[in-house]
Nanobody, 116 residues
């Protein structure tokens, strides 16, 4: 089992920044991919960004050039730096990891609210 604890969400004005963190504990070895998804009210959960163990990143078009995903393998922590936030970025953000066994784990989510 892997436990994921997210932090860093909150309320920010449009144009502001937030940094989300996701710390993995438990059986965190063999994590190959980490990522962030988000779900706005009334919408489906969508991919925000992913990062592989080698550092390869992938972003949704809507956040490219504004968000940066990174990971600290020594701390089993993944980060999402969010800049130039827009009201449409308002959502619950979920951390997720995938292990070599193909098991996928999710965090409990952290609320990000961007006011106009």
């Amino acid at each position: 089992q892997v436990q994921l604890v997210e932090s860093g969400g909150g309320l920010v004005q449009a144009g502001g920044s937030l940094r989300l963190s996701c710390a993995a504990s438990g059986s965190a070895a063999s994590i190959i991919t980490s990522g962030w998804y988000r779900q706005a009210p009334g919408k489906q959960r969508e991919l925000v960004a992913t990062i592989s163990i080698s550092g390869r990143t992938n972003y949704a078009d809507s956040v490219k050039d504004r968000f940066t995903i990174s990971r600290d393998n020594t701390r089993n922590t993944v980060y999402l730096q969010m800049n130039s936030l827009k009201p449409e970025d308002t959502a619950v953000y979920y951390c997720t990891v995938t292990k070599t066994s193909a098991l996928v784990y999710w965090g409990q989510g952290t609320q990000v609210t961007v006011s106009s």
